[in-house]
């Protein structure tokens, strides 16, 4: 299970610090969209998160959108933040993490990936020897593949819950 462990698992993106990822020796968040800035297949934003993403911006932090999505759906998405972004990454494989990498000019040990799932996401974070952050999921995908995806990831999503990696809203 240690390959689909997250470093932490939070409710919503708006939940990530400055100071969480000063804690993580942090300088860089790669960002997944769906499910995580917003609705699958929706061009519209969860509510707050542009505003956040500039917020972390002007904290020193750099950002950049990482999705398997196609240049079609995920360009216009990371325009609304005003952010690079990498688009049909093949999350779990490393190349779009390296690219993304790549991009920012930063190291693996100084950047998170931010996604809600945990067998692309996660396992690809920590293929690449990333650390990351587990967001929980905003809408409930009905295909058999995510449905039996989702039920694998209860397991991890509860153990964060117990070893209390998982952050609260209050925190």
Same mark, same amino acid.
């Given at each position: 299970?240690?390959?689909? &462990? @997250? ?7 708006? =939940?990530? #610090? @400055? ?20 609705? @699958?297949?929706? =061009?519209?934003?969860?509510? !707050? ?7 972390? =911006?002007?904290?020193?932090? /750099? ?28 999350? @779990?494989?490393?190349l ?5 990498? #790549?991009?920012? !000019? ?6 998170? %990936?931010?996604?809600? /799932? %945990?067998? #692309? ?9 990333? =650390? ?5 999921p ?5 295909? %058999? ?14 153990? &964060? ?11």
């Open positions: 299970m240690a390959l689909e &462990m @997250p470093t932490y698992s939070i409710d919503k993106v708006t =939940q990530i #610090t @400055p100071g969480l990822l000063h804690r993580m020796n942090a300088k860089a968040l790669l960002l997944d969209v769906d499910n995580t800035l917003s609705l @699958p297949e929706s =061009q519209i934003p969860f509510p !707050g998160t542009v505003e956040w993403a500039h917020k972390m =911006q002007r904290c020193g932090f /750099q950002l950049i959108v990482l999705s398997n999505n196609f240049k079609k759906r995920v360009a216009p998405f990371a325009a609304l933040y005003d952010l690079p972004y990498v688009s049909f990454a093949l999350k @779990p494989l490393p779009g993490y390296r690219r993304a990498l #790549t991009k920012l !000019g930063v190291k693996r040990s100084e950047a998170v %990936v931010v996604g809600d /799932q %945990v067998f #692309t996401d996660i396992l690809g974070a920590n293929f690449i020897g990333m =650390q990351s952050i587990l967001v929980t905003r809408a409930e995908e009905l295909s %058999v593949s995510f449905l039996r995806r989702r039920r694998h990831e209860e397991p991890v999503r509860r153990l &964060m819950k117990k070893t209390g990696r998982h952050i609260s809203p209050k925190e």
